[in-house]
T-cell receptor
Framework: DSGVTQTPKHLITATGQRVTLRCSPR?????VYWYQQSLDQGLQFLIQ???????AKGNILERFSAQQFPDLHSELNLSSLELGDSALYFC?????????????FGPGTRLTVL | SQQGEEDPQALSIQEGENATMNCSYK?????LQWYRQNSGRGLVHLIL?????REKHSGRLRVTLDTSKKSSSLLITASRAADTASYFC????????????FGKGTTLSVSS
């Protein structure tokens, strides 16, 4: 158990819908990362927050957004869902935001768009 | 975009054998990390090697790094069935701060 929690574990929804994925980092970790894992694209970095502020953006679509709240939990919002958004979405956290930090991954949310 | 590329894509061995996985990357890095993922589950950090290190050990794991060739290898000695998983290398060399750029992974199957 990494200490990172993600809810829900599974999500099944229809095209065009909007969903919110939630992540609680390890206690004391200030940095949160979101990754998407799909069969064709592999593991892709989406976005990073550090202590409530957006730190870096990766391959995140405009239909996707995220935020980190004062209690440091984070939410990833996916809207106007398409079939291709079906994937595993992982949240990871680290103590700060240096390149030598270990990132601890949550168990993931499996999103299926029908 | 992928930074690291693992080789082979899949590897099947018997318990007790050694497993070697390779990773190549494209741009200069500060460090390189290896992660393990059991089927459909979260990633587990295995080891981090800095760009100024050439070799690192952790239990049955040995990682090497050759920055001149932009490559790394992960050796698992005396493999066990529990080592069956996908293994990913990840680098920090990107314009997105400290996020990790993952390769596509090597799927290791260890049979008893």
């Amino acid at each position: 158990d990494s200490g990172v929690t993600q809810t829900p574990k599974h999500l099944i929804t229809a095209t065009g819908q909007r969903v919110t994925l939630r992540c609680s980092p390890r206690s004391g970790d200030l940095s949160v990362y979101w990754y998407q894992q799909s069969l064709d694209q592999g593991l892709q970095f989406l976005i990073q927050y550090y202590n409530g502020e957006e730190r870096a953006k990766g391959n995140i679509l405009e239909r996707f957004s995220a935020q980190q709240f004062p209690d440091l939990h984070s939410e990833l919002n996916l809207s106007s869902l398409e079939l291709g958004d079906s994937a595993l979405y992982f949240c990871a956290s680290s103590v700060v935001a240096t390149s030598t930090d270990t990132q601890y991954f949550g168990p993931g949310t499996r999103l299926t768009v029908l | 975009s992928q930074q690291g590329e693992e080789d082979p894509q899949a590897l099947s061995i018997q318990e007790g054998e050694n497993a070697t996985m390779n990773c190549s990357y494209k741009t200069s890095i500060n460090n390189l990390q290896w992660y393990r993922q059991n089927s459909g589950r979260g990633l587990v950090h295995l080891i981090l090697i800095r760009s100024n290190e050439r070799e690192k050990h952790s239990g049955r794991l040995r990682v090497t790094l050759d920055t001149s060739k932009k490559s790394s290898s992960l050796l698992i000695t005396a493999s066990r069935a529990a080592d069956t998983a996908s293994y990913f290398c990840a680098t920090d060399a990107n314009q997105a701060g400290t996020a990790l750029i993952f390769g596509k992974g090597t799927t290791l199957s260890v049979s008893s």
